[in-house]
């Protein structure tokens, strides 16, 4: 048994990057890959039900679900790292963002599936096989563009400006985070830094040195772009509590 | 007293909505049944986190059951061990050729983070051609990518390995 937070923080961060991949369904630069992410946004909330799901057992309360936890809370209740609320920008910034966090996630869950909690770990288990496919897929795309033409490197390198102070987050624990079931960040920070090491060096883009960085995401302490995502996200049930499809 | 064995050939009769050639059993989502008295109890597992099919699978599982006469029915969902398409009926890998959907062939090294894999060699299910190559990773739903065959021109989905 592990808190409910970091369930949450857990479901926080798929629902949340979820979200805004599923913001580019019908608006994807070509069909095939509009098509990719949004199967990438399935997998994410698919993963954030399953999360969510739990956390409502773990409460104990019949009255909350999956539902009033993904619709309403508000953004200070969120546990999501920073990174992922991030806004959509262009298509390299959404890439870049995809696989910051695509490479975080698959060595996350490769440690979770191992949790003494048995419902992370199957969870973690069932998700790997997903992410795995998110990892190789932004991993190349990365690639793609870094090493592209002028203009998509351009776009990648001013991605980079705007996404790698969110990055440091990932690997800062939260209170929540500190506990037997919890993954240990530090044991995964290094595989992260090859992976991403060596898929920016193949796609020509300088990894920033490590600097200062922005955190409070985890503690509920988010950026602007969150509060725009959740009044979108959650209008229906704020105005129509309850209703079904 | 429930016989497991009808319940077995009941869930044959109920098909994946987004690929209606194949049963929930063929799919391999079906993990067990057990009885205890009246009260069945069937153990399914998903096939992708976010497949929007299996909300339907489960309905339609309740509905079948319900016909034929069952009352008491419990859907339970495990998640681990993880699907895997290793799972999917010999017959149902046959029946996916036949409707025009190449069916998963054996795991292999694909499923890792490798960069720019090794293309799997795919056999166009409309000329039998190996002469394909994969157009995307994700195609119409999470399960299927999408090829091209190159001698007869066709594009056609592929059930991928997972």
Not at chain 1, 37 to 60: C, E, K, M, P, V
Request: aromatic share 10%; with cysteine; glycine share 6%.
């Amino acid at each position: 048994m592990s808190s409910i937070d970091y369930t949450l923080h857990l479901a926080d961060n798929a629902l949340i990057l979820g979200h805004r991949n599923s913001e580019w369904t019908g608006h994807g630069p070509i069909l095939e890959q509009d098509i990719a992410l949004s199967n990438i946004a399935l997998d994410l909330i698919g993963q954030a039900r399953y999360l969510y799901q739990y956390a409502a057992r773990q409460t104990g309360k019949p009255e909350v679900t999956e539902d009033s936890l993904a619709f309403l809370r508000d953004a200070w209740d969120y546990r999501n790292c920073l990174l992922v609320e991030q806004a959509n920008g262009d298509w390299g910034k959404t890439i870049l963002r995809q696989f910051f966090f695509s490479a975080y996630q698959f060595f996350f869950y490769e440690r979770l599936q191992h949790s003494t909690d048995n419902e992370l770990a199957a969870i973690a288990e069932k998700s790997l096989k997903e992410v795995t496919y998110h990892l190789r897929w932004s991993s190349e795309w990365t690639i793609r563009l870094g090493d592209g033409t002028e203009e998509s490197n351009r776009r990648m390198r001013a991605a980079m400006d705007q996404l790698w102070k969110f990055t440091g987050e990932l690997f800062i624990p939260a209170s929540y985070e500190k506990i037997a079931a919890a993954v240990d960040l530090s044991s995964i920070k290094p595989l992260w830094e090859e992976r991403v090491s060596e898929v920016l060096l193949q796609a020509r883009l300088e990894k920033p040195a490590a600097g200062w960085g922005q955190t409070g995401g985890k503690e509920g302490r988010h950026t602007e772009e969150l509060g725009y995502l959740l009044a979108e996200m959650q209008f229906l049930q704020r105005a129509y509590p309850g209703n079904e499809w | 007293m429930v016989n497991t064995k009808e319940i077995w050939s009941l869930l044959e009769q109920v098909n994946d909505p987004e690929v209606p050639v194949l049963s929930v059993v063929d799919l391999g989502v079906i993990r067990d049944v057990r009885t205890r008295g009246d009260e069945i109890e069937v153990i399914l597992t998903p096939t992708y986190s976010g497949c929007p099919a299996m909300d339907a699978i489960r309905m339609n599982i309740r509905m079948v059951l319900l016909q034929n006469g069952y009352k008491d029915i419990q859907l339970t969902t495990v998640l681990s061990p993880a699907w895997t398409t290793e799972w999917m009926s010999e017959r149902g890998k046959e029946k996916l050729k036949v409707y025009g959907i190449a069916p998963p062939l054996p795991l292999q090294q694909v499923c890792t983070p490798g960069l720019f894999h090794r293309e799997e060699a795919v056999a166009c299910p409309h000329c039998g051609s190996y002469h394909t190559s994969l157009i995307s990773e994700f195609g119409s739903t999470a399960c299927k990518s999408l090829y091209r065959c190159e001698d007869c021109r066709e594009p056609f989905d592929y059930f991928k390995c997972h």
